[in-house]
């Protein structure tokens, strides 16, 4: 582990050759979720979901996301997620071929927590013995005691997809945690500036969960993704300072914090 920072990246979307060319094997390494490329929006052929509908389908389906209509998302995103239903088979060796790239380019200790758009059961099994997959819990490194809380807590605003989880849950797991010093997610903390997608144009989901840990324990950093594009991608919450970490697909930035001090550098590739 290198002694002086610890990285943290969040929304990989499938970079996973950038991701390994900024992490060495000495590094401690923590990544917020969202590691599949499960829908590239800048090319939808790039991404796993044009491997299972049409793109009449998908062009259809983002319409009736943006227009609210989530019954009809719901459908489809059952479908890609039953084992058995023709829509799964055709993703699943997509998904299962991503986790091994990812497997294949870590070298250091990592810890990795799932997003909305990851499949825990089969991140498990393809990164057992290369990663610690976390749903909850508290690591310690360089000194520090950090949070972790995967999955995207349920809402009117989710689709059923594999990452989600119930929200007693998330709130249940992540203030078992206690007080830490960094608090890491996937979801952002309930705070506008921070789940407005300026591109998308909408208010992104987020955790009023979380926004009541850090109230509570007021760790020195909240950490987290999601918003692609963030109004705002940081800002003071009472103590504590919130932080996007950024769509790693687009910027191949983590962000490293420096155990000493607790200052944060960005490295860029």
């Excluded at 926004?211 to 800002?235: C, E, W």
Aim: hydrophobic share 35%.
């Amino acid at each position: 582990m290198n002694a002086q920072t610890l990285v943290f990246a969040g929304d990989i979307h499938g970079e996973f050759d950038a991701l390994r060319d900024l992490v060495s094997g000495d590094d401690t390494l923590f990544i917020a979720g969202d590691l599949l490329n499960f829908m590239d929006f800048t090319d939808i052929t790039k991404g796993i979901l044009y491997h299972a509908f049409t793109p009449e389908e998908l062009a259809e389906g983002l319409k009736e996301y943006a227009r609210g209509n989530l019954d009809r998302v719901r459908e489809g995103i059952r479908e890609i997620s039953t084992p058995g239903h023709h829509r799964y088979e055709r993703v699943r060796p997509l998904i299962e071929d991503s986790y091994e790239r990812l497997s294949r380019g870590l070298s250091g200790n990592t810890y990795i927590l799932f997003g909305n758009d990851d499949y825990p059961q089969i991140l498990k099994a393809k990164l057992d013995g290369k990663a610690r997959i976390v749903e909850s819990g508290i690591v310690r490194a360089g000194g520090l005691s950090i949070g972790l809380v995967s999955g995207m807590p349920e809402g009117d605003h989710t689709i059923g997809l594999a990452g989600e989880i119930p929200a007693d849950t998330f709130r249940q797991r992540i203030f078992s945690l206690g007080p830490v010093d960094i608090i890491v997610t996937h979801i952002p903390p309930k705070v506008p500036e921070l789940t407005y997608d300026v591109i998308a144009k909408r208010q992104e989901p987020s955790s009023d969960a979380l926004l009541d840990y850090i109230d509570h324990y007021r760790p020195t950093y909240a950490f987290f993704g999601h918003v692609h594009n963030p109004k705002q991608k940081s800002m003071r919450i009472g103590a504590t300072t919130a932080v996007n970490l950024g769509f790693f697909k687009k910027t191949r930035t983590v962000t490293r914090v420096v155990v000493s001090t607790m200052q944060l550098q960005e490295q860029r590739l």
